[in-house]
DNA sequence: ATGGTTGCTTAGCAA
């Protein structure tokens, strides 16, 4: 079973881009960040004819996030008790089987003392509290924001204490781990410096100038199932279309 | 070159 996450900046922008990947890959649970559209302007047929079956939570403009899964989920969870998970559409989740997964997109949070920084703590808050009560096999993929350790930045220099590395926004992925959540990118590549998220500007893809912030945690029940994880750098690489400034993060489990 | 990129929605915000 392969899972991936994909932060697209827009689904609507992102098609033809996405339909060329899921050509080129065998992506049976697909989590999406950042479509940026009402959930009547998703492109469900448009997957449908790729075999998904999309599960969807959009909002005008901005955040966004939905699940495409080629089996049909018996449960939808899109309505939480923390009001804050609720107001921007940020997180969704679908049972199949007897697993639970979620599609996250975390605040990005501007820059320490900003409203949206004091927000992004907040969100963190709830969703921590929210993920710690959740039982059994769980799957949280999505864009965190956060990149986890100096090796998931370029420079450490550069990004050092700014938005995405700080030491107070690190401990909520700590947290993560401590509630038995597995980085399976790293507990696969527990050295190699890879990103999944490049600046537009400057060219930075072409430098190789990005940070680590995409992630598929698996819980601790999953630990022996999980069999490979990557991060698919084709997608960002393209010319034309153009890519979104993320690209997709695959974990592949043995179910 | 003293900046640079996208997307949504239409000039300002968000990333």
Request: net charge neutral; proline share 3%.
């Amino acid at each position: 079973m392969l899972v991936a996450t994909y932060n697209v900046n827009s689904i609507r922008a992102r098609l033809n881009l996405l339909q060329e990947w899921l050509q080129r890959v065998d992506i049976d649970i697909l989590c999406l960040q950042e479509t940026k559209t009402l959930d009547d302007n998703f492109p469900k047929e448009e997957l449908g004819r790729l075999g998904y079956q999309c599960t969807i939570l959009g909002q005008k403009a901005y955040n966004g996030v939905a699940i495409c899964s080629k089996k049909l989920p018996h449960k939808t969870i899109n309505k939480f008790d923390d009001e804050i998970l609720n107001e921007q559409k940020r997180l969704i989740g679908i049972a199949i089987d007897d697993i639970e997964i979620y599609s996250v997109y975390a605040p990005h949070g501007d820059a320490r003392g900003m409203d949206k920084y004091h927000y992004k703590l907040r969100w963190y808050d709830a969703f921590i509290k929210f993920i710690g009560q959740r039982q059994g096999k769980v799957i949280l993929a999505g864009d965190f924001n956060i990149a986890h350790k100096d090796m998931d930045v370029y420079d450490t220099v550069i990004l050092n204490d700014v938005i995405g590395t700080m030491a107070e926004e690190r401990a909520y992925l700590d947290r993560l781990i401590e509630n038995g959540f597995i980085d399976t990118f790293r507990l696969i590549h527990p050295k190699e410096k890879k990103f999944s998220w490049w600046d537009y500007t400057a060219g930075a893809i072409w430098k190789d100038e990005g940070m680590r912030i995409d992630y598929i945690f698996c819980s601790k029940s999953f630990e022996g199932y999980l069999k490979d994880a990557s991060i698919d750098i084709w997608p960002r690489k393209r010319r034309t279309p153009t890519p979104s400034d993320h690209t997709p993060v695959i974990a592949s489990f043995v179910i």
